[in-house]
């Protein structure tokens, strides 16, 4: 696959859900792009011939489709090089991808999905606010993880190294899908306050500030 930085791309997304994170990372490169609306909920037969998985995001470049989050990003990254998305050395590299997978596994595939998608989880809707509060119950742990990194390394400005990394979007979504829980409120500015200036900064970015608008998140 080449990737020159004029290889066409389309992003596939859906407002205020994850794809939030590559169109993050898109705009912070300064990657001309295209957005093409596949809204959770109501994807389009189209859409699942280029996604039978039938899950945003999905990123068309020059003629390869890329689902999964992580290599969605990777992608993002090859083609802008000097963007640094995925820092700028080797292990600011692996710290990324460690807060990606643990980040969309744990956060996105398991807690997120109990409370949002809880059908994925049981046939049985009598235990839905089982998993729900059990979701609710696992992001109150992430988020206690995140502070307690953040506090550990003295970081304020960026997750990994001096500048932005696709690990940024990430992380910040999760703050903004909080003020979307019905059920429980998880108060993230008083309770995990490093991780709450950290995601306020970020939130300033040009970049933050222009896929929020188009999100509406
Ligand atoms: N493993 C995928 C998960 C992507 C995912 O779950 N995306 C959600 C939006 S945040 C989605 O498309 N959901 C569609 C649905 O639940 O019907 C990744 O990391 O990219």
Redesign the pocket.
């Known amino acids: 696959m080449s990737t020159p930085t004029d290889t066409p791309l389309t992003l596939f997304w859906?407002p205020g859900?994850?794809?939030f994170v590559p169109h993050v990372a898109l705009c912070e490169t300064g990657l001309k792009h295209d957005l093409v609306l596949a809204k959770?909920?109501h994807?389009t037969k189209e859409f699942e011939a280029i996604n039978p998985k039938?899950?945003?995001?999905v990123l068309i470049m020059g003629s390869e489709v890329i689902?999964?989050?992580a290599a969605v990003l990777t992608a993002i990254a090859t083609a802008a090089p000097d963007s640094h998305i995925f820092g700028k050395t080797p292990l600011e590299k692996i710290r990324v991808y460690e807060w990606l997978n643990y980040l969309?596994t744990t956060a996105?595939?398991q807690a997120i999905a109990e409370i949002w998608?809880t059908e994925r989880f049981t046939n049985n809707p009598e235990i839905y606010p089982q998993l729900r509060a059990k979701g609710y119950e696992t992001m109150r742990e992430i988020f206690a993880h995140i502070e307690s990194k953040f506090k550990a390394a003295n970081i304020t400005e960026f997750a990994v190294g001096n500048s932005y990394t696709a690990a940024d979007g990430f992380l910040s979504v999760l703050y903004l899908w909080t003020a979307r829980f019905t059920e429980v409120t998880i108060d993230i500015d008083n309770e995990y306050p490093v991780y709450a200036a950290y995601v306020k900064m970020m939130l300033q970015r040009t970049a933050f500030i222009e896929a929020r608008r188009i999100h509406k998140l």
């Open positions: 859906s859900a994850c794809s959770v909920g994807m039938r899950r945003v995001p689902t999964e989050m969309s996105h595939g998608r």
